[in-house]
């Protein structure tokens, strides 16, 4: 599992950092699957484009068997949706 986040946009570079971090950490939780960062990718467009603090989160590998038994099962996908909500949450709590 990763999280990118961009830095592009000095009012939301720290913002979208601590959401991608906060998300990552509530997934490893949730989850079993290997934790790889936090990465910062400034050229995805999405990423730079946003007007809000945000994050791409890549769960897994599709070629990783691991990874890809967590994904297809019903149970795995609701770990991740889980931690996904808990660190959105998490974020938005912290930043009131």
Same mark, same amino acid.
């Given at each position: ?22 998300? !990552? ?21 999405? !990423? ?11 769960? =897994? ?14 149970? =795995? ?16 709590? =912290?930043?009131?």
């Amino acid at each position: 599992m990763e999280c990118l986040y961009a830095t592009n946009k000095k009012a939301l570079a720290a913002k979208n950092k601590k959401l991608a971090k906060t998300i !990552l950490h509530s997934l490893t939780k949730t989850t079993r699957l290997k934790k790889r960062g936090v990465i910062k990718r400034n050229g995805l467009y999405i !990423l730079r484009k946003a007007k809000i603090p945000s994050t791409i989160v890549e769960v =897994g590998y599709l070629s990783n068997k691991k990874d890809l038994k967590t994904i297809i099962k019903e149970s =795995g996908q609701n770990a991740i949706a889980q931690g996904i909500s808990d660190g959105i949450i998490q974020a938005l709590e =912290g930043n009131r």
